[in-house]
């Protein structure tokens, strides 16, 4: 069982950063390949796509919309997960969520129903 708890949101100014943290109250991330996700307001159906890092090597990957600009890492000693997010816009402005999956297929790291563990969400709000 794994546990996940996001810290980090907040609001800020467009062109602004925002660094997120995952963290594992349970579990260990070296078990799972971990994502990042997001819901705008008004699209609660729409869990979108932010990123993710696979379970071994930490290779990243990203949505088109956030290349260049957003950044996952993780420390694996201490458990946590980050979102380094630069030069956001206020079509970023959505819930982020944190989520991990024992999947070892790099195309399904993109895929909502891949992930077995979800956190509880952080708000990021980005104005104009």
């Known amino acids: 069982q794994l546990q996940l708890v996001e810290s980090g949101g907040g609001l800020v100014q467009a062109g602004d950063s925002l660094t997120l943290s995952c963290t594992a109250s349970?579990?260990?991330?070296?078990?799972?390949?971990l994502g990042w996700f997001r819901q705008a307001p008004g699209k609660e159906q729409e869990r979108e796509y932010v990123?993710?890092?696979?379970?071994?090597?930490?290779?990243?990957y990203y949505r088109d919309s956030v290349k260049g600009r957003f950044t996952i890492s993780r420390n694996l000693a201490n458990n946590t997960l980050f979102l380094h997010m630069t030069n956001l816009q206020p079509e970023d402005t959505a819930m982020y969520y944190c989520?991990?999956?024992?999947?070892?297929?790099?195309?399904?790291?993109?895929?909502?129903?891949?992930?077995?563990?979800w956190g509880q969400g952080t708000q990021v709000t980005v104005s104009s």
């Open positions: 989520a991990a999956t024992t999947s070892w297929y790099i195309n399904s790291l993109s895929q909502r129903s891949a992930y077995d563990y």
């Open positions: 349970e579990g260990a991330f070296t078990d799972f390949a």
């Open positions: 990123g993710a890092i696979t379970r071994v090597y930490d290779v990243t």
